[in-house]
């Protein structure tokens, strides 16, 4: 888990490949009474697998891994863990763009989950509606990104900001996403407004705070600042070089100004854009 969050995803990759084997021999040999702690382990370890799938463009193997990590999840008996299976399964909406049956999907996965029953219960719940608020964005519906980033708001003053199931969620993680809403929606006044003065803490996933600059790198993008754009992708690239270097809306910001800006900046933007690498395992679910 801790190598996905920090997006260290070459060496995340070589565990996933010895450990998977061994967790299927051992879910399938398993005394009924250890049954649903390996399917929990076994949850994990797709979770593990299909960050590397998703990442590397590898759509369909993503949507498999997230069919068997939904299997697993149902079989650990944990309904919130289960829960947690539904916010990964929000990928496969994104990729194939279908984003209103995915806010549907993410909507009835957080309407099981009572609340007030613990921590890790507003966590989840949390975490299901701040992804159903990215959709919505990028659906275009700004009130039901609203209406979603509230409830994940909520959420988040049950919650101290850490990795739950995990998901990074807290407060500061609801921030960054309304960052992301921000920028989704065009709005670019409130993007700078909700970056201004504030930088995610340390104690956060590095994937997380690379997120932070990745969006607010867009957020100068769409206000024409590409010298701040530069600045908030180097800083992403800092804290996640592995996550930065193959991320999408990174790279089409950086085309894109590389072939708009001119002078060192230009020259700067191509420095750049040698380091990132575009995936070449498209799928039918790939844009």
């Not at 990759?13 to 061994?22: G, I, Q, S, W």
């Amino acid at each position: 888990m801790g190598r996905r969050l920090q997006s260290d995803y070459a060496v995340l990759a070589a565990d996933v490949n010895d450990l998977l084997p061994e967790l299927h021999r051992a879910n399938l040999s398993a005394p009924s009474r250890l049954v649903h702690q390996y399917a929990a382990l076994l949850t994990h370890a797709y979770r593990a697998a299909d960050a590397i799938a998703d990442k590397f463009g590898y759509y369909d193997l993503s949507a498999r891994i997230i069919d068997l990590m939904r299997d697993t999840a149902e079989l650990s008996g944990d309904a919130l863990l289960a829960g947690s299976a539904a916010y990964v399964r929000g990928e496969v909406y994104f990729a194939s763009q279908d984003l209103e049956a995915g806010g549907r999907m993410l909507t009835a996965a957080a309407d099981k989950i009572r609340v007030s029953a613990s921590e890790t219960a507003a966590a989840t719940y949390g975490t299901l509606h701040m992804r159903a608020a990215v959709m919505a964005a990028r659906a275009g519906s700004a009130l039901r990104a609203r209406d979603h980033i509230q409830e994940a708001q909520q959420a988040a003053q049950q919650v101290n900001e850490g990795v739950h199931l995990g998901t990074a969620f807290g407060p500061p993680s609801v921030r960054i996403h309304q960052l992301a809403l921000a920028v989704e929606l065009g709005d670019v006044g409130a993007a700078l407004r909700l970056a201004s003065g504030w930088i995610p803490p340390t104690t956060m996933p590095a994937e997380r705070r690379s997120h932070f600059y990745i969006d607010l790198g867009r957020a100068f993008h769409l206000a024409d600042q590409p010298d701040r754009v530069l600045r908030a992708f180097r800083e992403a690239g800092r804290i996640a070089p592995e996550h930065v270097r193959e991320h999408p809306q990174v790279i089409d910001v950086v085309d894109h100004l590389e072939l708009t800006t001119r002078g060192d900046l230009r020259d700067a933007f191509r420095g750049f854009a040698a380091g990132l690498v575009k995936p070449q395992g498209r799928s039918a679910f790939g844009p």
